[in-house]
């Protein structure tokens, strides 16, 4: 049988991670290259030439490429966008400055509010004005919009954001300008709010349009050299991109709709970890995804990620459906510094792909996580990337010394420990914020850890939080990558329904739901997704009346009798929510969405053997740092690949493998289970 083989690949901010299937055997492949920030698809390139060349695969064979990326996120953080106007309605120039009356950090005059994308000069007005309900109340002035348009094509703008009042209710006058740019500035991109976000809340839709617009030629150009480099290396597939809320799009979709890819690559994580926590039979998780740059943590109950509507962009919000990621500034390459109080931090700087933590040898001079985890004898400094990688550890040693522990009178143990120390209770922080203050006990949850340094803190962070169970898939440095291998194609729709829930009412939101199914259903015909594995998922916001937020109503399976079921599932969810309810009080409908969604063939996971004994996967033993308490302790060495399946072992130990290292304390136990998953007990 010839072999077809199925690749993902995720972009992080240090690494580029490979997982390929040989549907032929059902045989995963795992490998990782160094990024390449100043252009992230030469390192994709590299990766699949040398991945290609060490399976002796042909690139011909392949028929399926995804691929996750964060380029538009850091074109948002770096400000390295498009020069962007907008069109707006007159007198409403201003909303992308004056944001909301919130101010979460009130007392800390140290926090900035971050500039607006599209400067004030590149804000013009156009006269026109649509009612909340639709009606016209000033139409359309082509002279002001031909002046407005003409204006920013004199500035030489290269993208147009449009973003008029009420436009969700009546997008003809933003269909008209948009229609009117393309003829007067035939190479600018063009963003209308009622294509990319057609729903209420004038400045979340003016802001998440005015990122589509900033971020989308960049981001076009980043699309055609990953298309060139695929083509280069001899990938004939049409490649995909996952988007924010776990789903693929297609390349020419992700061109038009780029804010959707915010949270791109840790989505395919959530979504690998549901996938190989529901196989192994671990249907509540906490994921736990760290990086060289950002650790990643989110939700999974009863194997559904959770997902919101909207989040926070480098400061900038951004209203689309997304998997619900709680994103903070500490990974492997994050740096540790003496503040000016005298105090230890670590993050949110980092020092990324380049030049790297010290030990890379790539100029790197601040010392991070990773040089604390290599000082402490966590890490093994011959046994990077399976050996690949080469590192100075005398130079993290000297740079955390001079830097660290030296300054604060402590010994170079106690300072590359507190590095770790600090590290591990913000990323506790992040886990509590998404299980025990959203109302869950975080006793029924394992931590499913992954990326590069995932497995390295996991058996520390779990102690703290109180969790009592650790899950490390296979190479879970590349489990974003193998996500992609794991989800379907999607895209969101929503459509703003302001009423009362009534019959009359709840007809109409059926018939918005329908309307959107026969728009998702024409995207999976240009998809080219066969009708029989095309399915549709109907959620409804909706709040008491009086509310300012609304909640998620699943309504899969309701038809026009079924206001009442409606009704109690808001009931529910708002329990489930916020610990009450309030019958008496009437329910509001606010907005309708719907996911269309388009199977596709994914890979699957098998049952594994695992090695002959454990004494066949000792590779050795070395003194590994645990804490100020227990100090240097011996710990075993295994290579986790030979490790056999159902026998447990107890720590200190320390698992290798390619991808990532493992550390399992003392009192605590590692078990390899059928799937290949590495199991480690905490001792609470």
Known sequence: MQSKYRIGVD???????????????????????????????????????????????????????????????????????????????????????????????????????????IERDLRLEVTERVGPDGEIIIPLDETSLRSAVAALAEQNVDSVAICFLHSYRRPEHEQRAKALVRTLMPDAYVTA???????????????????????????????ERFKERVRAVGIRVAPYTIHS???????????????????????????????????????????????????????????????????????????????????????GGSIASIDESGALNV????????????????????????????????????????????????????????????????????????????????????????SIE????????????????GPLHAADVAVECGIPLVLVPREPGTVCARGMLLTDLSSDYVRSCFSDATPSRWTEVLALFQTMEGEGDQWLSRENVAAEKR?????????????????????DGLGADDLPQAIERFHEAHIKEYGYDIRHRPVEFVSARVTAIGAVEKAPQSEMAGGPSLEAAVIGRRPVYVDRRRGWCEATIYQRQNLP???????????NEMSSTTIILPDQTGSIDSWGNLIVRISQ
Do not use: W
């Open 11 to 117: 972009v992080g901010g240090t690494f580029t991670d490979f997982t390929v299937l040989d549907q032929s055997d059902g045989a995963v492949h795992f490998f990782k290259v160094s990024s390449t920030p100043h252009d992230p698809s030469e390192a994709i390139e590299e990766g699949l030439r040398l991945m290609l060349a060490q399976n002796s695969m042909d690139a011909a064979d392949v028929v399926y490429l995804g691929h996750g990326t964060t380029v538009a996120t850091n074109i948002v953080i770096e400000r390295r966008g498009a020069r962007t106007g907008l069109l707006t309605t007159k007198g409403f120039r201003d909303v992308l400055e004056l944001g909301r009356q919130a101010r979460p950090s009130i007392y800390d005059y140290r926090v900035q509010k971050p500039p607006p994308l």
């Open 193 to 223: 709010s009622s294509d990319i976000l057609p729903e209420f809340r004038e400045f979340e839709r003016m802001s998440t349009t005015a990122v589509n617009a900033f971020v989308g030629p960049r981001m076009g150009q980043y699309l």
């Open 245 to 331: 809320n776990g789903g693929l799009m297609s390349i020419e979709t992700v061109k038009e709709s780029p804010v959707r890819t915010c949270v791109s690559g840790p989505a395919a994580g959530v979504v690998g970890a549901a996938e190989i926590g529901r196989v192994a039979g671990f249907a509540n998780l906490i994921t736990f995804d760290v990086g060289g740059t950002s650790t990643d943590v989110s939700l999974i109950a009863n194997s559904m990620p959770a997902f919101t509507s909207a989040r926070l962009v480098a400061g900038y919000p951004v209203k689309t459906p997304m998997l619900d990621i709680h994103v903070i500034g500490a990974g």
């Open 347 to 434: 993050g949110p700087r980092s020092a990324g792909a380049s030049p790297g933590p010290v030990a890379y040898g790539k100029g790197g001079t601040e010392p991070t996580i990773t040089d604390a985890n290599l000082c402490l004898g966590r890490l093994d400094a011959g046994m990077l990337l399976g050996g690949r990688m080469q590192v100075d550890l005398e130079a993290s040693r000297r740079a955390i010394r001079d830097l660290i522990a030296e300054p604060l009178g402590l010994s170079l143990e106690e300072a590359a420990h507190g590095i770790l120390q600090i590290a591990n209770a913000n990323m506790s922080r992040a886990i509590r914020s998404v």
């Open 438 to 453: 959203k109302g869950y006990d975080i006793g029924d949850f394992a931590l499913c850890a992954f990326g590069g340094a």
């Open 535 to 555: 399915r549709f998922r109907r959620v409804l916001d909706a709040r008491y009346r009086g509310q300012n937020f609304e909640i998620k109503v699943a309504c």
């Open 645 to 655: 399946s159902g026998v447990a072992f107890p720590g200190p130990a320390v698992v």
